[in-house]
């Protein structure tokens, strides 16, 4: 698994919608790579401090551009 595949899969991992397999080697990229654990503990945070918010209450622009924001990253 490379990075952009990683970070592809955060949501689908923290959600425990991967398959086992899938599961397997996201975990493998996990343990050798410091940028994408980064990645995810980041990602962790941001969801412990903003909690849910109910779609309706984020903008179509905001939603986009938070949306490209995390396809941007690159560990």
Do not use: K, W
């Amino acid at each position: 698994m490379n990075c952009d595949e990683f970070v592809e899969l955060v949501t689908a991992f923290l959600d425990g919608a991967l398959d086992e397999a899938t599961e397997q080697r996201f975990l493998e990229h996990l343990s050798l790579c410091d940028g994408c654990d980064t990645y995810l503990e980041q990602f962790r945070r941001t969801i412990q401090a903003v909690g849910e918010l109910p779609p309706e209450s984020l903008s179509g622009a905001a939603r986009e551009q938070l949306l490209d924001a995390f396809r941007g990253f690159r560990p």
